[in-house]
């Protein structure tokens, strides 16, 4: 791993401890209570793609959440800047994480196949 790589990771871990403390400070409800699942940042750490969970929240309010999210950014990067003394923090780009529910209807699946395999041998020991 080079060190521009380890540079961009730890970026990513902070970001994922300091959005969560800046969104507690905002008086959204929607907002508080959103849970950073993932932080990708670009090569140059210029910008940074958020991943958020979507378990609290129906499509509709994604969408609001998404929408003030939006309008807080420049206060979500001063946070950043001012907790790590940073001279500058990425641009922010949020998103919902469905990748937790992917997993959940891939496991769901599998245990389907499970229970169809399990009875085919039933099946077959009975013969």
Not at 9 to 28: I, W
Not at 46 to 55: E, F, I, Q, R
Not at 69 to 91: D, T
Request: charged residues 35%; hydrophobic residues 30%.
């Amino acid at each position: 791993m080079t060190h521009e790589e380890i540079k961009r990771h730890r970026v990513e871990s902070v970001l994922k401890e300091l959005l969560p403390e800046a969104f507690a400070s905002l008086n959204d409800e929607r907002i508080k209570s959103l849970t950073v699942t993932d932080v990708k940042c670009s090569k140059g750490r210029s910008n940074a793609k958020v991943y958020l969970d979507t378990s609290f929240l129906n499509e509709k309010e994604q969408g609001e959440a998404l929408k003030q999210l939006r309008k807080v950014g420049a206060y979500l990067q001063n946070h950043c800047k001012q907790s790590e003394g940073w001279f500058k923090a990425p641009i922010f780009t949020f998103e919902f994480d469905h990748q937790l529910e992917q997993v959940s209807r891939i496991e769901d699946l599998f245990k389907q196949i499970e229970g169809r395999n399990s009875k085919k041998e039933d099946n077959e020991d009975e013969s």
